[in-house]
C-alpha cells in the first residue's frame, strides 16, 4: 500500500554532503522504525538511519556524526542530510520501515536513489 520515491542522490567526492529526500504515498501510523536504508553492489539492504516512534533515532555506527535522519509528518516527506560523505557510502539508498520488530519490510523496494562517492 505505502510506496516511496526517493531522490536527490548524485555523483560526490570524498568529504562532500547530499541531501536525500523521500515522499511517501500514504501515511504510516504505526511502526517501529521508519527510515533510510542502503544497498552496495553485492550486499544486502542495512538500515542507515531510522526514526522510532517516539523520536528516538536509531543509525549505523560509521555514518553517526555524519547523517541526520528527519522527517516532516505533514507533507509526508522524509531526509536524509548526509556529510562528510566516504568512499564505502556508495549504494543505493531507499525509504523503508518495519511494523514491529519481527516484520518484514513494510513497503516495496523501489528504485532508490543512487549516491556515489568516488575520487
Known amino acids: 500500500q505505502v510506496q516511496f520515491v526517493e531522490s536527490g542522490g548524485g555523483l560526490v567526492q570524498p568529504g562532500g554532503s547530499l541531501r536525500l529526500s523521500c515522499a511517501a504515498s500514504g501515511s504510516i501510523f504505526n511502526f517501529y522504525i521508519m527510515g533510510w536504508y542502503r544497498q552496495a553492489p553485492g550486499k544486502q539492504h542495512e538500515l542507515v538511519a531510522g526514526l522510532m516512534t517516539r523520536g528516538a533515532v536509531k543509525a549505523l555506527d560509521s555514518v553517526r556524526g555524519r547523517f541526520t535522519v528527519s522527517r516532516d509528518s505533514a507533507k509526508n516527506m522524509m531526509y536524509l542530510q548526509m556529510n562528510n560523505l566516504k568512499l564505502e557510502d556508495t549504494a543505493v539508498y531507499y525509504c523503508?520501515?518495519?511494523?514491529?520488530?519481527?516484520?518484514?519490510?513494510?513497503?516495496?523496494w523501489g528504485q532508490g536513489t543512487q549516491v556515489t562517492v568516488s575520487s
Open positions: 523503508n520501515y518495519k511494523e514491529t520488530p519481527a516484520s518484514d519490510y513494510g513497503a516495496d
